[in-house]
């Protein structure tokens, strides 16, 4: 193999940041972004579009002025030694000018910066090949993908690489491109482009470079942090991993970082692989330096991302373009999406109190768009929500008024536990009309706010399962959608942060997923129904003197039969849309969310406990304390079996999974993905279809 002869020569201490320089070796500078999402204007602390007064507060980051000044100052640095840009994808969708130019903003500028080559991402899928083909005529470099293999009939060509070769500094440097598996659920290729296996594609093309003579090889992918690191870096032949796709924060600095930059991964051919990413959206360059020996083995390896804040001058000549081209969004703003029978109240003393008419709105406007991922309950903070709508036509502008902070939506997977602290949060400020409270939809829930904040406000929840209301589980986990703000810990909703897993934040814009609910239930009635209930002191008291009765309480809630039939309503209306397949799809940027989800056959047992819970959630009183003493000690005994049957048992398939998630999930080993293939040679690894159950082997 290719780095075995070279590697036996080298010490430990060779592979440190210590190392020294031999006359033979070869230095590498790489200067690389990812996940830039249409950032044409600078960021706020939100995220969101930074205002000129936000600007002249220094509290703006990113941005295409502040990109640009960035790389050439680096360049600057460099100069005379070895360098190359790299781009590790998504670049399309996320703001105005990607929905008003389709690509061309990004590319004029990306052009500008002089990058050596881009992996292609699945937001560059998002409007299938009529916004990539225009894309790729314009582009001055290389896009690399060598799992997209495009037919004959599609418009790409062969314009798409696999992989290229750079002479940089008299030496051959191989770089091979690389988009996630999941691109074809994650966005809308078409039926001209097929999206093949990551680790297959870049091996075979390893091995061709390699079989060419190339012994630094390179592979910029937008695949997602974990899988690099764990798979991707541990390809035989790949030396340096540039990422993308999980907006991963690595450095050597920042607390928050979600690993070192780079992260050093170990090969099994006996060396290690640089792996970096630059989070997202511009906020930083990553730039790092890779020492290589003669035979391409990587010495050392060293860096950290820079963060292009207001200490990093937007070039003037950048900016004046970007108004120039921000001139017809205005025209954007007064296209027509919809019209309401009448108005739709978003206003402040509402939504951050009640239920409101807004908040039910784009509650089951995302619900509609991520229905088929499985998620199941969606949480809005009220606070997001910040105009009506008249009665009449609507335009794009009066959504973006009521949506105006650019988040993105967001799914993840929590415990009933844990999302019933979330709705304590929401309900912790009502008194000041914070902006956190929950607006809902997959749930609904009654509060008593004359109770101490986050002491039990929330006096029942509920789950809309199978057509009926069904009280939340709190051992079980569910899958919930929100906004990127939210499930990030704003408004107070650590909870999210912190107990929340397979998130993913960064699915389509608010906005356009309202946006495109409005055109599809038009003309749009606005409703309440009941979702959310305030109750007093005295009712809220009751339950707490009956919990042996607690099984009648779902009875008591079914008086409002309306309720159930109308959730019904919404669904079948959203699944009858032939519209909405079509809307720029990166939209349906949720599989990756919730990827495997091997705890979900256990939160089936214990059903039984179900009505046990309710009465643990609600009464919130000492007085069901008698009672549960016996019933925990139930699930007790269930529980010690309950570990070893999922893993011996079955899965339900859900978006996203992989045999190698579930494998690292059931053995710990995700190597051992082929132990659950063999066992269900009915279904292509590749593709697993949602819904089935798959047997999954004991552990050896």
Request: proline share 8%; hydrophobic share 35%.
């Amino acid at each position: 193999m290719k780095k075995i002869a070279a590697i036996a020569a080298l010490s430990a201490s060779t592979l440190g940041l210590s190392a020294g320089v031999s006359f033979a070796d070869y230095t590498l500078n790489i200067l690389h972004i990812n996940d830039w999402h249409s950032r044409i204007e600078s960021n706020n602390k939100y995220e969101s579009t930074c205002s000129a007064e936000e600007e002249a507060k220094g509290e703006c980051t990113g941005g295409a002025a502040r990109l640009i000044t960035a790389i050439g100052q680096e360049r600057k640095k460099l100069e005379g030694q070895n360098m190359l840009l790299l781009s590790a994808g998504d670049n399309f969708q996320g703001s105005l000018f990607y929905t008003t130019y389709k690509g061309k903003t990004e590319g004029e500028f990306l052009n500008q910066m002089k990058f050596d080559a881009m992996a292609v991402g699945n937001h560059e899928f998002d409007d299938g090949e009529a916004a990539l083909a225009p894309f790729l005529d314009m582009i001055k470099f290389p896009v690399l993908g060598a799992n997209v293999k495009a037919n004959a009939q599609s418009k790409l060509g062969d314009r798409v690489k696999p992989s290229i070769v750079i002479e940089v500094g008299g030496q051959k440097i191989g770089v091979v491109g690389a988009v996630t598996n999941d691109t074809p659920e994650l966005a809308s290729p078409g039926p001209n482009v097929t999206i093949e296996d990551d680790v297959k594609s870049i091996t075979s093309e390893v091995e061709k470079l390699k079989g060419e003579g190339v012994n630094k090889i390179i592979a910029v992918t937008h695949i997602g942090y974990k899988r690099e690191r764990d798979v991707i870096a541990k390809i035989p032949g790949v030396d340096v991993v540039v990422g993308g796709h999980s907006h991963s924060l690595l450095s050597n600095t920042d607390p928050k970082a979600e690993g070192p930059y780079p992260t050093m991964v170990d090969n099994p051919d006996g060396y290690k692989v640089p792996v970096v990413q630059a989070a997202s959206y511009s906020k930083y360059l990553g730039e790092f330096k890779v020492v290589f020996d003669d035979n391409g083995v990587v010495k050392q390896a060293s860096g950290d991302p820079i963060y292009l804040d207001k200490s990093i001058t937007p070039d003037p000549a950048v900016l004046a373009r970007i108004k120039e081209l921000g001139a017809p969004i205005e025209a954007l703003k007064n296209q027509e999406v919809a019209e309401t029978t009448k108005a739709i109240d978003g206003s402040r003393e509402n939504c951050r109190t009640r239920e409101c008419e807004m908040g039910n709105l784009v509650s089951d406007a995302v619900l509609d768009r991520v229905k088929d991922q499985g998620v199941e309950i969606v949480i809005t903070n009220g606070g997001g929500l910040r105009a009506s709508i008249d009665q009449g036509t609507v335009t794009m502008g009066e959504v973006l008024n009521v949506l105006p902070f650019q988040n993105t939506l967001a799914t993840f997977q929590i415990s009933g536990k844990d999302l019933i602290a979330g709705l304590e949060n929401g309900l912790s400020q009502i008194e000041d009309g914070a902006g956190r409270f929950p607006q809902v939809a997959g749930l609904k829930y009654s509060f008593d706010k004359s109770a101490a904040p986050s002491a039990g406000r929330v006096k029942s929840v509920e789950v809309m399962e199978g057509g009926a209301w069904t009280p939340i589980n709190p051992d079980k986990d569910y899958l919930v959608a929100t906004n990127n703000y939210v499930r990030q810990g704003g408004d107070g909703y650590k909870v999210f942060a912190d107990k929340a897993k397979n998130a993913y934040d960064y699915g389509p814009g608010l906005e356009q997923v309202v946006a495109d609910y409005l055109s599809a239930h038009r003309p749009y009635t606005p409703k309440l129904d009941g979702r959310i209930t305030e109750i007093t002191a005295a009712a809220a008291a009751e339950p707490a003197k009956e919990p042996a009765q607690e099984p009648a309480k779902p009875a008591e809630a079914a008086p409002a039969p309306a309720e159930p039939a109308k959730p019904a309503e919404t669904a079948p209306a959203a699944t009858a849309e032939p519209a909405m397949p079509e809307p720029p799809a990166g939209s349906d940027d949720i599989a990756t969310t919730p990827p495997a989800v091997p705890a979900e056959p256990a939160p089936a047992t214990p059903a039984p406990a179900e009505p046990a819970k309710p009465a643990e959630t609600a009464p919130a009183a000492p007085a069901p304390a008698a009672e549960p003493t016996q019933e925990p000690a139930k699930p007790a005994e269930a529980a010690p079996a309950e570990p070893a049957k999922p893993a011996e048992s079955s899965h339900v398939i859900v978006a996203g999974d992989t045999y190698w998630d579930l494998a690292e999930k059931a053995y710990g080993d995700s190597a051992k993905w082929k132990t659950i293939a063999d066992a269900n040679k009915d279904y292509e690894p590749r593709r697993l279809p949602v819904g089935v159950t798959l047997t999954i082997p004991a552990a050896n």
